[in-house]
């Protein structure tokens, strides 16, 4: 690390992180194509982490087995905290499969985080199914929490919906055990929910290991800009990432006007600048 950053006020507190990653996802056109020249492109944008998504059995990540794909990563000096893996199973039925291949998979590449990155719409319709859903994800905690991993839980905006009189993320926070259930807070589909982060954070602080960083076009809301373009305020939000607890910084964006690459390496230059200011 060099003198300039070690002295850099903001990485003297916990809202400044020594990494940013990116949310592979975001570049999910590009991965079949070439997942090692996607890689590689990733690490040249300054990413110093991602977040893995998409792994299954027979091709495992873009054609790479979990341990090459490590590799990969290794090569570009990139580490992985979290990834999403599905669990559409868990969710409805409570069964413990996908469990499992996520928490071998997580293991193998060094990841901290088994992230939920979805709940199917057919299964959140009523209370009672919102109750299945906490009840599986607590099942799922505990078992990952035993495996020495923790879980976490990727949002977008239906979450924040009242069905038959509850909301699903303020149940989620408020029946799981905090210990074991961490929150990864997309900011923009909070935002675009019409709730608060902040509020949030402050209703149950510590919650939100990570967060993905993802900006709202001015214009159109509907789409992403890259972050400092748009109109969420990060400066705010980070202001307060001590109470919420953030430790990782995931950049994701879903749809682009310029180059993909152009793009995150925007993102994450503006991203790396406000945290460390």
């Known amino acids: ?118 709940i199917d719409q057919n299964i959140r319709k009523t209370a009672s199914d919102i109750k299945n859903i906490v009840k599986n994800i607590s099942l799922a905690a505990e078992r990952i929490n035993k495996a020495g991993l923790i879980t976490a839980y990727h949002n977008h905006n239906f979450e924040f919906e009242v069905v038959d009189g509850v909301m699903l993320y303020d149940v989620l926070l408020k029946e799981t055990n905090p210990a074991m259930l961490h929150m990864e807070m997309d900011l923009y589909w ?25 900006d709202m076009d001015k214009r159109e809301p509907q789409l992403n800009t890259e972050i400092g373009k748009g109109s969420i305020d990060f400066k705010a939000i980070f202001s307060k990432a001590k109470l919420a607890g953030i430790k990782h910084y995931i950049i994701e964006q879903e749809n682009f006007k310029i180059d993909p690459y152009a793009s995150i390496t925007e993102s994450n230059k503006y991203l790396r600048k406000l945290l460390l200011a």
Request: net charge positive; with cysteine; proline share 5%.
């Open 1 to 118: 690390m060099g003198t300039s950053l070690m002295f850099a006020p903001g990485l003297l507190s916990a809202k400044a992180p020594t990494k940013t990653g990116l949310q592979l996802y975001t570049l999910r056109d590009q991965l079949p194509k070439d997942v090692k020249a996607v890689i590689a492109n990733v690490a040249k944008a300054g990413c110093q982490e991602v977040e893995t998504f998409g792994y299954n059995a027979e091709n495992g990540f873009w054609g790479l087995n979990v341990a090459d794909f490590k590799k990969l990563l290794q090569q570009h000096n990139l580490t992985t905290p979290s990834g999403h893996y599905g669990m559409d199973k868990l969710l409805a039925h409570g069964e413990m499969q996908e469990v499992e291949i996520a928490i071998t998979t997580a293991k193998t590449l060094g990841q901290q985080y088994v992230t939920i990155p979805y």
């Open 190 to 214: 909070v935002v675009r929910a019409g709730q608060d982060p902040l509020k949030w954070f402050a209703k149950y602080p510590g919650r939100f290991a990570i967060v993905h960083v993802k």
